[in-house]
């Protein structure tokens, strides 16, 4: 079942390097070529099976192509789609692998050229891990991703889209840009700056003793921090309220602690516990 | 080399199974008894190699054993103490692996017989997870372990726990029992309530859309709630200490966001993230 003639993936990395492979593996594309901006990650991309066609230019990599993914640093969007929008085919679908949505659609979705689209993409998967080093084919296995089409969207372009997430396992959701935002203030974006915030409490002394719990808890707090910075700017109002809501919790267990009141702390760790339990349950979606 | 000639394991769940298969593979102890409130769970734990004998009654359990773990919840280590304490053999060594020290060293501590010890103990493995079918040999390999003598600890007896957790793959961590809990409250307590507040902020709208290191993030609250609430209450002074320095560098993020002060995001981020990778370095210890 080929959905895509010729995929460009531009930024060949974690993200951009493991849909290369599970393209392949799942036979969704003819041809897949890789852009990047140093030969050698190129290279590493072909040797691991993630492209076959590679180029340094994003205009002679997109000519052809019906489906363009962004898959660089987020904060490159917009001046590679600038570059490459008077090369883009007709009929050609270009996606992001970003991890806001409002600005991005509201920057890129207008620069496509008519009978171009842009359909803003965030396959929620990866790790604090970066480079094709780590790439793998089943990365996206039951993992979501949110599709935040706009009025303008073409539902053929945005079918064809969600078919191509699901077909290398992803479970689909489609939010307006903004409850994307919204939502990833409170599972992803908070997350990363409470775990960056407890590392912070811990006495640096190199002697201190951090056990799994503490390890898992912080992991986010490895990931690269210039792409963090560009996130958590680019949702700033988002996150400031998920932040808000942070401290009411955090207050009302430090009102319970200095009460003594353990019926409290236990009915609130239990809720805790039942909630997460319910939420990584594997689910089905649209 | 072995160590002891007979151990007894009170509560042979994940951390007490895990330390009789660890005692065995590495030789340090004749022969390892278990004692529980359920024989079906006694009887997993020989089935598992985690023991060799097994009763229900802690007194009999006891009977001329030169070293007892109590693996048991913590709410039960003073009446087993108060229990076994008679029945104790002359130069016998009680240890505990609970997660808070201080209320644990003051009520046991003076409960050991003439000739007999308690030394507390807080070896730092283990995971959400609970019971003898989570149990491994390897658990507590490369993880650290910390004891916490009082001036009445005879330095032998120290020793001897110090070289068998040592024995196992630990490393070791002397610390005052206030000196445990304050850095525990940093780098455990803290963190669980952390967690446990980060998963009430999400809507538990069952579609809600969770990644990798929303689960990784938050998965110690999924820990037995009773647990921690004793937990948390045994060390509510210094884990209300540390609730407010995370409130503190929270703040200190939101003020930043709220400014749009890119630079200062991200020197707070990657002052964590070298924090974080620094402390994770597998460490050398006495």
Redesign the interface.
Known sequence: MISWNRVTIIGVGLIGGSLGMALKAKGLARAVVGVGHRQASLDQAVARGAVEETTLSPTAGVAGSDLVVLATSPALFQPIMAEIAPALAPGAVVIDVGSTKAGIMAALEPMAPPGRTFIGCHP?????QRGIEHARADLFEG??C?ITPTPRTPPPALDRVAETWRGVGM?I?VLSPQGHDR?LA???H???????????????D??????????????????D??L???I??AN?AD??G??????R??DS??EA??A?D?TR??R??????A??????EP?E?R
């Open positions: 929620i998967a990866g790790s604090e993992a979501a949110i479970r959701r939502l409170e599972v992803s908070l997350v990363h700056l409470a775990a960056a915030s407890l590392v912070y409490v811990v006495d640096s190199s002697d201190t003793v951090v056990g799994p719990g503490w390890i898992d808890t912080t992991r986010v707090a490895s990931g921090p210039a963090w910075r560009d958590l700017l700033a996150v400031t998920a932040l808000d809501e942070l401290r919790v955090l267990f430090r602690l200095r003594g353990g702390i236990e609130m760790l239990t809720e805790a516990k909630r997460r339990d319910r939420l990584i689910k979606s």
